[in-house]
């Protein structure tokens, strides 16, 4: 096999990937996979949750509030790409949203987000969701610690 049958392959190969995730999680979905967004920690993060849900996940969620509005976040994950596809979407959710309004999100609300999804993943939104809210409540804490 010389060089061009090999890279011919291997686009083979990925364009049959691309096409099963897009299936799955449909053109947002890939489209976030092939551009992560907010993901990674921010080391400057006014609130952070931690829950590891019963799948074995573990994900985290980090919030900057600016006038008591959400202005960055991101998630992190050890799970699956459905962990991270969620973390990332709850996260862009949060984004201009005061902590009230954070606790009216939902699982249904990220999966709304990403439009296509497998049903037996849809777990991986409610703990992004939970994760965010645990994350709220680290900041109001520290809110009225301060006042």
Not at 84 to 96: K, M, N, P, V
Request: hydrophobic share 35%; net charge negative.
């Amino acid at each position: 096999m010389n060089d061009q049958q090999f890279e011919d392959l291997m686009d083979g190969i990925q364009e049959k990937i691309f096409l099963e995730a897009e299936q799955m999680y449909g053109e947002k979905g890939l489209h976030r996979w092939k551009n992560p967004q907010f993901s990674g920690k921010l080391d400057d993060a006014d609130a952070h949750g931690r829950i590891t849900g019963k799948c074995g996940d573990t994900m985290e969620i980090f919030l900057c509030f600016d006038k008591n509005r959400v202005c960055r976040a991101s998630s992190l994950t050890d799970g699956c790409f459905s962990s991270r596809l969620c973390g990332s979407f709850a996260a862009e959710l949060a984004l201009g949203k005061n902590p009230e309004e954070l606790f009216d999100l939902t699982g249904e609300d990220v999966l709304k987000a990403i439009g296509t999804f497998p049903k037996g993943e849809e777990h991986c939104a409610f703990l992004a969701v939970k994760t965010m809210q645990e994350a709220v409540n680290a900041y109001m804490v520290k809110q009225v610690q301060q006042d």
